[in-house]
């Protein structure tokens, strides 16, 4: 199993606190040691860092916990491996373009036969089947859409393959083009919104405190995505089974429940 | 302009010296004040920094410069905007899969009418001309072959794809599939192989020297490929005008001049 993280906002917002949390999960306080990844979002563009070393001890990791890039949507992953050997290429976020969009995505869990699935234009650079999943996905949209449709358009067909997926095997993923980021949990999946009125929040896996109403603003909306909740003095809400939400600025824009 | 670094070798090489002398040139000894990039390939991954802050102080270049990746082929870019605004997806190398390799691509100079180049299946995320040239480049691969042809044959259609792009301007470049380094040449790009005996070399831009008969083995060959000679005390081969010279395992595989 894997562990991820998401993060939707409706301003360019720091993930440090909540980076600092899932990288300990890597090889720390975790069994995560296969390499690690995130993906930031900035305008058009996405920036993402991927290491195959634990992130608990990567240099890299070091560096996105003291350097403060801010992102609306973020999409973070530890992994252990299953399928696929420890290697740069099988390190998620994957990143493939679509319809002039960088998509991210990142799994946790196991789809059987899913290197099966049709892929069109897309093909896998490393052997993960998390990574044939999301060419699957793209290639889907793809078929459908010569140009990107309107989110909510976007948001009900992603619902539907995604529920095409899901009777493989075990699915809990984030997916983002940079305006929405999509969640599907299928066994475990929390996320939390913070907005005014901020409080104070402390790690669950470090002893580390953020006052954050110290680092907003009172308009802020800042939802985070994670496999389990990071924070030991917040309430979390736990995604139902089978259910993809659309996440934009921070907000639940829309729910899906797979059949 | 800007300024182009790239490496080909037979082993995994550490570039810290050179990209510490191109650093340099981003805000600090030259005028490429407007981000820059670089992409490592791992295995049959590449994993790629990219900054919209000038690389001389960049806090992600800083990493790089202490980092010891090491690789076999890098491409490293510092830019000054001409087309497109500074913004991290007008930042260079460009990435893109094609046939389940990661191909990773970066330019200096103006292509005119590039934004009217057919680009099939590839849309540029960014409103760069290189870009657009880049999935042009790609665009003209995939619709030949289906799947990855050999290594030679490869080297000679991007010649024939070079040769379409360079009346439109300027163009200087570095290509890679992880596999081949390519690099074209309009007006200005040299290259140098080190190989045993090694010896020592002094940065042109920042008061640094590396012995590499101490970083190396005998069996080592590593060519480096700069805008302008990096080190003082070496002897740089300027690659002639309108050129193509695929690189592989550090050495010239194959040269192709453009009619």
């Not at 409706?10 to 296969?34: C, E, K, Q, W, Y």
């Not at 420890?86 to 036969?113: C, D, I, S, Y």
Request: net charge positive; hydrophobic share 40%.
């Amino acid at each position: 199993m894997c562990e991820l993280l998401g993060m939707s906002a409706n301003v360019p917002t720091d993930i440090r606190f909540s980076f600092a949390g899932l990288a300990r999960r890597g090889g720390g306080t975790g069994p995560h040691r296969d390499g690690w990844g995130i993906a930031f979002y900035e305008g058009r563009g996405c920036r993402a860092f991927h290491d195959p070393q634990p992130s608990a001890d990567s240099e890299i990791a070091g560096l996105i916990r003291r350097y403060p890039i801010k992102s609306r949507t973020v999409i973070a992953h530890v992994r252990r491996a299953n399928r696929g050997r420890v290697a740069l290429e099988n390190t998620h976020p994957f990143l493939r373009e679509l319809w002039g969009r960088p998509f991210a995505f990142a799994h946790n869990g196991q789809l059987k036969g899913a290197k099966r699935l049709p892929l069109g234009a897309y093909r896998p650079i490393g052997t993960t089947d998390s990574e044939h999943a999301f060419a699957f996905m793209l290639h889907r949209l793809r078929s459908r859409y010569e140009r990107e449709p309107a989110p909510a358009t976007l948001d009900r067909r992603i619902a539907e393959i995604v529920a095409e997926l899901a009777p493989m095997g075990v699915l809990n993923l984030l997916l983002s083009d940079g305006r929405t980021l999509y969640a599907f949990a299928d066994k475990r999946l929390s996320y939390l919104t913070r907005e005014a009125p901020f409080g104070k929040a402390t790690l669950v896996d470090e002893d580390l405190q953020v006052d954050f109403a110290r680092e907003t603003t009172p308009d802020d909306v800042v939802t985070v995505i994670a496999t389990r909740p990071l924070t030991r003095d917040e309430t979390w809400t736990t995604i139902p089974p089978r259910t993809l939400i659309a996440f934009r600025d921070g907000r639940v824009a829309s729910t899906y429940a797979a059949a």
